[in-house]
């Protein structure tokens, strides 16, 4: 029977609640076929490891594949006596060498990395199942014994399968996207970037596509990965569907994938647009989180706060800034002769939303279309607080750690680099409006805090900088 007859069968078959404890939603040939081309082509024997196998979809694909290129020894493992039977006639029909291994995957991979053979596999294929793993079960305290904290059974599959692999072995995985940022995955993420080279990842650009049949909403990638490789670029590729009919692939530098000492390791996939960043230099890849810093958006909100406004400094006040206070590249205040309040009134209330004494960036809101730069950056300095402290109205957003001041420069290094033509065009391109949010802020790609603290310092050093030096000095040190 077809295979993809005998999966939508099987699927059929399943208990609903065991389906989803085992995480059984099986793989359309198409995704197979495709997973197995992903492989570079094998060079002498192959023993290939199948986690999870169900009927052994990703095994006959493989098998088809590259049994004219080698000679290939399987293993599969599935612990679903109802898949079994599939399976063993897939690999029956596979023909060559091949074992079916009946008990839980995580539970004999963890002996045999303790106690047993340890890496021998030259290639694995995996659609693992998708289970949250709980901090007390069996599971997690036997994973715990291979060194791998994990909170999902699909994860837990692709760091076993990757320490079962030899050197040079060969790794590819249809796993959901959950595990390229947030902390929970980040020691996962971790165990991965120490073993293995990420060399291809294919993104469904629809989140319900990749098991149509099955009715799965989540977004799926496909990784290659490749044991303690040498370091080289990742392909990104995108399809909308399992049909691949829009494929695209374009090659990145692994640290346009995983920022460079980003403490998080978080995995980017640049997709769309994204993909073309010609204007950033590439050095500027860090993240404003891997800096230490956060964007906020001014918290005083002028109209809700009225009662509180203050045209002068007075007792009982504390600098309340606008766009109107911006000088050059620094923020000069009181403006008494402006038409926008200079003071905010503190109350219970409004001490909410006040910063203490420091150095920060402020950026504008709002630009309008005429306007030279789209982001208009000046810096705010200490001295300029009153009573320790300094407040920032809403159309200006705020750069702080953790609502504290930055060091002088990083302040100065910070809205020098915001003011320059490279973040200029860059946000042109990825913005079509006028607005500058602070998500946009986040989004931007940043130098490195010590390449900024050097042109915070250059920038004290030179009051009476010419733009264009300013210029040049940012593409010197970027
Ligand atoms: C998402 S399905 C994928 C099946 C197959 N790889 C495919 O692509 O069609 C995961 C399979 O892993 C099996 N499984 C779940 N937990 C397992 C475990 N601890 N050990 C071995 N197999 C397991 C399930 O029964 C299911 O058949």
Known sequence: ?????????????????????????????????????????????????????????LTAAFVARWVRSAAIETTAYEIDPVMRAGLADTLAACGGASRVVETDFIEDAVNALQFGTGAHYTHAILN??????????????????AGIETVNLYSAFVALALALLAPGGQLVAIIPRSFCN??????????????ARIRHIHLFASRDQAFRDDAVLQENVILRLERDGAAGPVTVSTSTDDRFADYVEHAHDFERIVFPGDPEAFIHIPSGAAMADPDLPASCCATLASLGVAVSTGPVVDFRAKPDLRDAPEPGCVPLLYPAHFSGAEVAWPKLDGRKPNALRLTDETRKAVFPAGWYVAVRRFSSKEEKRRVVAAVVPESLAVDGLVS????????HAARRGLSADLARGLAAYLNSACVDRYFRLFS???????????RLRYPSREALVE???????????SADALERRIEALV
Do not use: C
């Open 1 to 57: 029977m077809h295979l993809d007859l005998r999966r939508l069968e099987i699927s059929s078959r399943l208990d609903r609640s065991q389906r989803s404890s085992l995480g059984q939603f099986l793989t359309p040939t198409s995704v197979a076929d495709f997973m197995a081309g992903l492989f570079p082509q094998p060079v002498g024997a192959v023993h290939l490891l199948d986690a999870g196998a169900g009927i052994g979809s």
């Open 128 to 145: 693992p199942p998708y289970k949250k793993i709980n901090s007390a079960s069996r599971h997690r305290l036997l994973l715990r014994q």
């Open 182 to 195: 947030g902390p929970y995955y980040r020691p996962f993420r971790e165990f991965l970037l120490a073993r």
């Open 392 to 399: 920032f109205e809403n159309h200006l957003n705020v750069f």
């Open 432 to 442: 079509g409006h006028t607005q500058v949010n602070a998500t946009d802020l986040r």
């Open 455 to 465: 042109l915070g310092q250059w920038v004290a050093a030179q009051p009476d900088r």
